[in-house]
Antibody, heavy 112, light 111 residues
């Protein structure tokens, strides 16, 4: 079964850091680009960042550029998102996505 | 403000047909395939349509997609109460310079 399972979310104070992880299974992970997409409470989908199969191409939304870093470990079938200098507006459910398959998401709440 | 433009809501009676529009530009829809996602309350988005008009295995043919220029349309026939959900259009830029762009979502109500 193709599956993406996110972890690492939680409550964090503004300005602090958090690292999200996504464990992939059921498909050849290193064949695909992977993405992080977030959804603020009651809002729509916002692409956050994407990484090519070999990490050779990486992109970020303007809203997170310079603060977030995406990475992957193909040997571990895992995707990561290092989030620094977190802001209240980063509060959202963060999904790991393969474009056709999405995980269930991990909630990040930025609040003092 | 979402990059792609969708109507906030649509509604129709059970058994009827509904269409949801998605408008973009040459930098997104005009040069990329369009996907459509269904998000039931409290769940993750689920792929309904990819490459403009293809259905993944398990998606009934009541769901269809089309694209023309910088716009795309999702069609749903034989509406069921279980189709009540939010629907999102999106494109994925293979260069990753823009990554993914999405519409603001359309809430479908089956009256």
């Amino acid at each position: 079964e193709v599956q993406l399972v996110e972890s690492g979310g939680g409550l964090v104070q503004p300005g602090r850091s958090l690292r999200l992880s996504c464990a992939a299974s059921g498909f050849t992970f290193d064949d695909y680009a992977m993405h992080w997409v977030r959804q603020a409470p009651g809002k729509g989908l916002e692409w956050v960042s994407g990484i090519s199969w070999n990490s050779g191409s990486i992109g970020y939304a303007d809203s997170v550029k310079g603060r977030f870093t995406i990475s992957r470990d193909n040997a571990k079938n895992s995707l990561y998102l290092q989030m620094n200098s977190l802001r209240a507006e980063d509060t959202a459910l963060y999904y790991c996505a393969k474009s056709d398959i999405w995980g269930q998401g991990t909630m990040v709440t930025v609040s003092s | 403000q979402s990059v792609l433009t969708q109507p906030p809501s649509v509604s129709a009676a059970p058994g009827q047909k509904v269409t949801i529009s998605c408008s973009g530009s040459s930098s997104n829809i005009g040069n990329n395939y369009v996907s459509w996602y269904q998000q039931l309350p409290g769940t993750a988005p689920k792929l309904l349509i990819y490459d403009n008009n293809k259905r993944p295995s398990g998606i009934p043919d009541r769901f269809s997609g089309s694209k023309s220029g910088t716009s795309a349309t999702l069609g749903i026939t034989g509406l069921q109460t279980g189709d009540e959900a939010d629907y999102y259009c999106g494109t994925w830029d293979s260069s990753l310079s823009a990554g993914g762009v999405f519409g603001g979502g359309t809430k479908l109500t089956v009256l």
